[in-house]
């Protein structure tokens, strides 16, 4: 069990940390103080182009120079410094969190559509799985990841997370079951422009690990969470489908109701299912993933994990409580509950 | 010099107290164990195979069979089998054959991995209140999907889909030929696949008339001796297989002894009556894999690219590779056939030590189409061996699409797996084309109690699956995560890619 919560202002107006902080505490019973975090889109506005990477590190000694290496093999560190944070009476301090403003030298590789993002992805594949004490979790453009074991308002006050705004933000509660409350099995989980938090466990996961790592990905944080957002960036950036689409690939609709549709749109359900077997995600799940164009959530095809809807103007909230939107935003104006498997999307309006 | 005889392989008695004389027994052993005599029924127990005919429709249970009734010296080395063979073969001076699988102590890897189940954190899904889905489709699938956007902004798809077999159950029924079998046997396999959503084979035997009401549900196979193939043939099946090798005896052909090609089967197969039918042991259009790769085109052709193309090889040492080949032409399916597969008659040399099981064959093609980033398409039929629905879903886990039963099918029609189909005088009517014999074969019954098979492991694989929390089978397919091996060695942990129990 654990408790999610998510936000988006669709006009981009920023939001301070602070009322999600208390959204996230409120659900205090769906963790076990052993890991919680956020995630902000908007948050570093002076960087506007450059990739924010953000590293745990062990010490800064060896991993460091290492990742310093890399990342100057593959391109310009705009600018770096360690993420600044405040000792909280209870929250030990495991890691040395570190961020880099990064702009990869794009001329360097072929064959890729997107260069600067491969070049990223292979950046923090080659950190994750070969550097020893350092943990990219944090790697997209204009967003961040802040999360730690412990509380969630021991996590946010020792990052201050009021102290940034967003358009967007993630935020996750963790009762950690299947692996250890160590700081990079805290969600939200992240690779490039999305994010991504979860409550629940994926029954499929070694289906889903066999077929991103087939696809490139290395799986390196040992939960089943990475490989949602793995399986988000290949289905969403790498072949360019769109969200609802992404969601119904993932959680699609059972045989028997896509025997009943209309035959042009039961022929994209059933090529859609065929082409992606391998992704879809089976077990107990809600889940809500953001870029900076939007978030979307979804449960899994029975519904065993909650999922709340709120929406008030440009605002929309998913949450797996209703009381967590309502201490957010009081002044909610509609509350809903979505159907298993049906995609709840928030754009951004350009 | 005599070599005299060997002890007898089964000792039949009788209970005389319990025999009432129906001549039951009599009647039913095709292979001459009872004769009446002086009113008295005498035994010739040298004759049996164990078949157990007798012993199931005798009504008064008066008939006992012990096996192996007199001891040779215990050796370790020197088993009663190998000295048998060894005297068979010095009288004959003959190859050995062999019917069924392999019948070497080998251990078993299915019985050495267990299944997983939910506990706590997650809910286990009951099957009876709540949807669970092995529909599984058979064929190529695309790599990604692609779109187009209409002139009015809506989003068309643009990816097309290669025709695939729909299965209800990811389980079908392997190629066993009109002529291995007999029509009774075949025809009442046919019913139950059709009534269950489901394939079966042909076998290279081509497909008998009596048969084209259940097309549509029949795979139709082109092996090396392109019995039966004639475009009528080939447009008929629900999809083409070409058979390269088979598990029982992988490097060989077959061979259908001319007593079985009666004029039904000769017919039905193209070939004159009482002839030897002799499948060459490589297709002598292959000798190399892009020759396969432009046969599965010219099939392909044929047929218009209207049916899925099947590839059957045996599971050899080599076998991932072969797949990966098999993967890039234009196949849809590749089936692996285990050591473990059934045959009406093989070398028994080969059949007992010839490829690899088919537990670590499927998770090396698995692995390897992963590696190549194919796997998802290009499907993988695992066979030879599955015994049971927990066989069926540990297949699965280990990364097949769908599995083909044989023997486990035939059992379910009477066979007692005593080996001796090669013979022809099947009694249980199914290795058999004597018409007597034949016809013991009812074919609403034994489509029936093959139904029910079939059925029964669905419903155990959706237990299981519910059990496991998985609702939909394509999340159980390559998921290591819900296998643990038990008391299996490192390495072999590693080729399946499986965790230890405690892992």
Redesign the interface.
């Known amino acids: 069990m654990c408790g999610i919560i998510g936000v988006i202002d669709r006009t981009k107006a920023r939001m301070d940390g602070s009322s999600i902080k208390k959204a996230l505490s409120l659900m205090k019973e769906r963790g076990s103080g052993e890991g919680a975090g956020y995630v902000a889109y908007g948050i570093y506005p002076d960087y506007p182009d450059c990739y924010a990477i953000h590293v745990f590190f062990d010490n800064l000694v060896e991993p460091k120079s290492k990742v310093d290496e890399v990342l100057q093999k593959w391109g310009r560190i705009v600018h770096q410094e360690e993420i600044p944070t405040y000792e909280q009476p209870c929250l030990k301090r495991e890691h040395i969190p570190w961020r880099y403003f990064y702009r990869p030298y794009t001329e360097f590789i072929v064959g890729s559509n997107n260069p600067a993002e491969d070049i990223i992805k292979h950046l923090v594949m080659t950190v994750n799985s070969t550097i020893q004490g350092a943990l990219i979790f944090s790697s997209g453009i204009n967003l961040g990841v802040f999360k730690a074991a412990g509380w969630p308002e021991e996590v946010a006050d020792f990052y201050r997370i009021e102290d940034y705004k967003g358009y967007i933000w993630l935020a996750h509660n963790r009762y950690p079951t299947n692996t250890p409350g160590w700081w990079g099995g805290a969600h939200p989980f992240n690779l490039l422009d999305w994010a991504v938090v979860h409550n629940g466990e994926i029954t499929s996961y070694g289906t889903n690990r066999s077929y991103v790592e087939s696809n490139g990905y290395k799986c390196t944080m040992s939960t089943d969470t990475e490989v949602v957002a793995y399986l988000f960036d290949l289905l969403g950036r790498r072949h360019g489908l769109p969200s609802e689409m992404i969601v119904e690939a993932l959680a699609p609709q059972f045989w028997d109701e896509i025997d009943l549709l209309p035959e042009k749109e039961q022929k994209l359900k059933r090529t859609l299912r065929l082409t992606y077997g391998p992704a879809l995600m089976n077990g107990p799940f809600a889940i809500v993933v953001a870029t900076s164009k939007g978030i979307v959530g979804f449960t899994d095809r029975i519904k065993l994990r909650p999922l709340v809807v709120g929406e008030n103007g440009s605002r929309l909230y998913i949450s797996s409580e209703e009381a967590a939107i309502r201490v957010m935003d009081p002044e909610v104006k509609s509350i809903y509950m979505p159907r298993a498997g049906e995609p709840v999307v928030g754009r951004v309006v350009q | 010099m005599s070599l005299g005889s060997v002890p007898l392989k089964y000792k039949i008695s009788i209970d005389r107290d319990q025999c009432m004389k129906c001549m039951r027994c009599v009647d039913n052993c095709s292979y001459g164990v009872y004769r009446i005599e002086d009113d008295k029924i005498l035994i010739d127990s040298r004759r049996c195979t164990a078949c157990h005919r007798c012993i199931s429709m005798c009504p008064r249970d008066a008939i006992s069979l012990k096996e192996k009734p007199v001891d040779y010296r215990s050796h370790p080395l020197w088993t009663a089998q190998a000295r048998e063979d060894i005297i068979n073969q010095a009288r004959t001076g003959k190859i050995i054959l062999a019917g069924m699988g392999n019948a070497m102590d080998y251990p078993i890897i299915f019985d050495r991995l267990v299944l997983d189940a939910?506990q706590v954190?997650?809910?286990s899904?009951d099957p009876l209140r709540?949807?669970m889905?092995l529909?599984t489709?058979l064929g190529k699938?695309?790599?990604?999907?692609e779109?187009t956007k209409s002139d009015k902004g809506d989003?068309e798809?643009k990816?097309e889909?290669s025709p695939?077999l729909k299965l209800d159950t990811p389980l079908m029924i392997g190629h066993m030929s009109y002529g291995a079998i007999s029509l009774n046997a075949q025809l009442s396999l046919a019913k139950a696949v059709a009534k269950t959503g489901t394939f079966m084979g042909t076998g290279e035997g081509g497909m008998h008339e009596s048969l084209y009401p259940y097309q549509s549900n029949m795979i139709v196979q082109v092996a090396s001796g392109r019995f039966g193939v004639d475009i009528n043939y080939l447009e008929r099946g629900a999809a083409i297989e070409i058979k390269i090798g088979q598990g029982a005896k992988p490097g060989i052909g077959g061979h259908l002894p001319g007593e079985k090609v009666c004029s039904d089967v000769s017919c039905t197969r193209m070939i004159p009556l009482g002839s030897d039918a002799i499948s060459p042991a490589p297709h002598h259009d292959i000798y190399s894999i892009e020759d396969l790769a432009q046969l599965v085109r010219s099939l392909k052709e044929a047929t218009e690219w209207k049916k899925p193309i099947f590839v059957k090889i045996a599971a050899v040492h080599n076998v991932a590779a072969i797949a990966a080949g098999i993967a890039r032409s234009s196949a849809d399916a590749v089936v692996i056939d285990g050591f473990r597969g059934g045959t009406g008659a093989a070398p028994k040399v080969f059949r007992d030590n010839v490829g690899i099981p088919i537990e670590a064959a499927i998770a090396a093609v698995?692995k390897k189409?992963?590696?190549?980033?194919i796997?998802?398409e290009v499907s993988v039929i695992a066979s030879g061996g599955i015994r049971n629905s927990a066989d069926l879903a540990k297949s699965i886990?280990l990364g097949a699409d769908a599995v083909y039963i044989g023997t486990a099918s035939l059992i379910a029609l009477g066979c007692r797996v005593c080996g001796n189909c090669y013979r022809g005088l099947c009694p249980w009517g199914i290795a058999t084309q004597q018409p007597d014999l034949v016809n013991r074969i009812d074919t609403d019954v034994g489509s029936q109690h093959v139904a029910n098979l079939i059925h029964a492991w669905t419903l155990e694989l959706s237990e299981l699956m519910g059990a496991?929390?998985?609702?939909?089978i394509?999340?159980?397919?390559?998921?290591?995560?819900?296998l643990r091996g038990y008391m299996l060695d490192e390495g072999m942990l590693k080729v399946l890619n499986v965790d230890p129990v405690g892992a």
């Open positions: 939910c954190t997650n809910p899904i709540e949807p889905e529909r489709y699938k695309p790599a990604k999907l779109f989003i798809l990816t889909l695939n698995d189409l992963n590696d190549q980033g796997r998802n886990a496991a929390g998985i609702n939909s394509e999340s159980l397919r390559g998921n290591r995560e819900r």
